[in-house]
């Protein structure tokens, strides 16, 4: 199963959570975002995105440039070095997947407004 939206990419589909590839394993709800504000995902608003993710019981992953990290660990995120443009994918997996993936994309568009 594949579904498509132009703009921001909504897809969820069979997904191996171990291996990161399509093997017809467990479901997997993924949204790609760009993020637009003047620092990216650096100090304040990474640590709003942070605490963001930490409210889901699902696991989250943001992904850049084929790297993957924890989206609930400050210095994973910090890592892969988001800046102004950056297009991400976030990835979750659990009972609350959409609504994770949906806040953070949503904290995003809002250039993490308090």
Same mark, same amino acid.
């Given at each position: =199963?594949?579904?498509?939206?132009?703009?921001?990419?909504?897809?969820?589909?069979?997904?191996? *959570?171990?291996?990161?590839?399509? *093997?017809?394993?467990?479901? =997997?709800?993924?949204?790609?975002?760009?993020?637009?504000?003047?620092?990216?995902?650096?100090?304040?608003?990474?640590?709003?995105?942070?605490?963001?993710?930490?409210?889901? %019981?699902?696991?989250?992953?943001?992904?850049?440039?084929?790297?993957?990290?924890?989206?609930?660990?400050?210095?994973?995120?910090?890592?892969?070095?988001?800046? %102004?443009? *950056?297009?991400?994918?976030?990835?979750?997996?659990?009972?609350?997947?959409?609504?994770?993936?949906?806040?953070?994309?949503?904290?995003?568009?809002?250039?993490?407004?308090?």
């Amino acid at each position: =199963m594949k579904i498509g939206i132009d703009g921001n990419r909504e897809i969820c589909y069979p997904y191996d *959570s171990i291996l990161g590839k399509n *093997s017809g394993g467990t479901i =997997m709800y993924i949204k790609q975002a760009t993020v637009n504000n003047q620092v990216g995902l650096h100090a304040r608003p990474a640590t709003f995105f942070i605490q963001k993710a930490n409210e889901f %019981k699902s696991t989250i992953w943001v992904e850049k440039d084929e790297q993957r990290v924890n989206a609930k660990s400050l210095l994973g995120v910090l890592s892969l070095g988001i800046i %102004k443009g *950056s297009t991400i994918d976030l990835i979750a997996d659990g009972t609350d997947e959409k609504d994770a993936v949906d806040a953070l994309v949503e904290l995003i568009s809002s250039d993490f407004a308090d």
